[in-house]
């Protein structure tokens, strides 16, 4: 069975919530699953903006508000992923006599195979999942992927099942742009086919599409690093200009729509400093609404365009940058304290734009870089195609070589966990260095050389003095031809190997003793 075709019959059998109603008998639910409340009301007016719903679920001493919303047909939800196990309980609070004081349980019982909860922050500069399993990020974009006609929707799908990517990032709203101009056939507000929308009224069959394809992608093992704001709009459809209210009414909806989803994360805004109409207090206030209504504390990071935001802030779990030096990693995470991300550090393709031509063997090397330097990074496709259907706008199909190359590396990262930098200076300040476990890596990219000779063991012997004596055994790693040369012999004291004099090398140092 493919990857794919598993990950569907998962998605048909593990992905759909447990939904109860007032009169329900308690249910079983995963934790970090979802939990959903279903209940009718007023449809008359403007339930989206007249009706107000929550509910408060306890657990002992443990107590969680969440929002609910309105999903059309008189139908209202209230969404909850428990996060504990053991017995729950909850009360609904609403302005509407007919959603008020409805009472119910619910049992969180083991996580089922394949949700490992939601991504967090470990040890300052690293991911995990909730359960304790190892995370390490390794990202693509696709911009406008849930605004594309099905048959391209699935043909993205079905790349993705064959990438090694286990985070994408993707706009809620649709986009404006070069390679891009194509209407949304589902527009996340409410409109009178004129192309003026009322910023008051969701579209609910947008996000049942959206939670549908986040299902998906969480049944792939893929987190979803939602762009919730962006310039790309030109005032095609007014998204980029809403104005305070407007803006925020539909993030607090899209919170109580999403924030049970395990595998999202809130991106705020792509080029926050290009979107014109917001200042700095505008982000930092809706960073505030975040914080206020997602109960489980999703990771969340801002994305610049020429400025970096403020990534000190406390609702900012992570460094989300645009920069072509991925070197520079290194000094984020020390200067911010948090996981450093390079989401878009230029683009494998052919296109005019100086950011989206650059080689496969510059990504993969770019990639290296980062990774080895304590950072994380993304990747981009931005081939010219006859139909215009770009990897990084609208989806499809990969056409580049890097992608085979990054899940080398992810491979080559995931068996012997993260990589902890060693220090950005002589002898790793141009060819960066790393620990992994009990191994060192040294990736040499673009440089050349035919010979390393053992200064390694004098640098690392001020921090671990056991490695005075050690004997070392060494890997060659190709990085673009994904290949592992064992060196023959073990080294000690002082010694030279033979390197293949080419770009794009690594080298592997593992003491024996």
């Known amino acids: 069975m493919t990857r794919l075709r598993f990950a569907l019959v998962v998605l048909l059998f593990t992905t759909i919530p ?19 409340v279903t209940l009718p009301g007023p449809a008359e007016g403007n339930p989206f903006a007249d009706v107000q719903l929550s509910a408060v679920f306890t657990q002992g001493k443990t107590s969680v508000t969440v929002k609910g919303f309105y999903d059309n047909g008189g139908t209202y939800r209230v969404r909850f992923m428990p996060q504990r196990q053991g017995a729950w309980r909850y009360v609904t609070r609403s302005n509407v006599a007919a959603l008020n004081n409805q009472t119910g349980s619910f049992n969180a019982v083991a996580p089922r195979k394949g949700n490992p909860g939601p991504v967090v922050v470990k040890d300052s500069f690293s991911f995990a999942y909730a359960s304790g399993a190892a995370y390490v990020p390794v990202g693509t974009t696709i911009y406008a992927m849930v605004h594309q006609e099905d048959p ?4 993205t799908i079905a790349s993705l ?3 090694p990517f286990n985070k994408v990032r993707l706009c809620v709203f649709p986009k404006w742009y070069s390679y891009n101009h194509v209407e949304p056939p589902r527009p996340p507000f409410v409109g009178d086919g004129q192309g003026r929308f009322d910023y008051a009224r969701p579209n609910p069959e947008f996000y049942q599409h959206l939670e549908k394809q986040i299902d998906r992608l969480a049944a792939l093992g893929i987190e979803v690093d939602l762009i919730l704001f962006h310039p790309y709009d030109e005032n095609h459809w007014g998204f980029d200009r809403m104005g305070r209210e407007n803006d925020e009414r539909y993030l607090s909806y899209l919170l109580a729509r999403l924030s049970s989803f395990h595998n999202v994360w809130w991106s705020m805004a792509n080029e926050w400093d290009f979107v014109k109409r917001r200042t700095v207090e505008d982000w930092n206030r809706l960073f505030d ?32 940058v645009q920069h072509p030096d991925v070197r520079r990693l290194y000094a984020w995470r020390k200067e911010y304290g948090k996981p450093a991300v390079d989401d878009e550090c ?21 990639f290296w870089v980062g990774f080895v330097s304590g950072g994380f990074v993304g990747h981009g496709e931005t081939y010219v195609a006859p139909d215009e259907v770009l990897w990084w706008a609208r989806g499809g199909e990969l056409r580049g070589q890097s992608p085979s190359r990054i899940a080398f590396l992810r491979k080559f990262i995931e068996e012997a966990g993260g990589l902890s930098p060693l220090p950005d200076q002589w002898p790793f300040d141009r060819t960066p260095a790393a620990k992994q476990g009990n191994r060192y890596v040294i990736y040499f990219g673009n440089h050349q050389p035919s010979i390393f000779t053992s200064f390694m063991t004098d640098q690392l012997v001020k921090d671990e003095p056991s490695l005075k004596t050690a004997t070392w055994r060494f890997e060659i790693l190709d990085t673009w031809n994904m290949t592992r040369t064992p060196i023959p012999g073990v080294h000690k004291g002082k010694f030279s190997v033979t390197l293949p004099g080419q770009p794009w090398m690594a080298l592997v140092a593992t003491p024996t003793k």
């Open 346 to 366: 230029e683009y494998e393709g052919n296109i005019e734009a100086p950011w989206g031509n650059i080689t496969p063997q510059e990504l993969t090397h770019r």
């Open 289 to 320: 609404l975040i914080a206020a209504e997602d109960p489980y504390r999703h990771l969340a990071s801002i994305h610049n365009g020429t400025k970096f935001f403020d990534h000190h802030r406390a609702p900012i779990s992570h460094t989300s």
């Open 18 to 36: 447990v939904v109860a109603t007032a009169a329900a008998a308690p249910a079983n639910v995963a934790q970090w699953d979802r939990f959903e």
């Open 152 to 155: 391209l929707l699935e043909r």
């Open 161 to 163: 099942a064959k990438a």
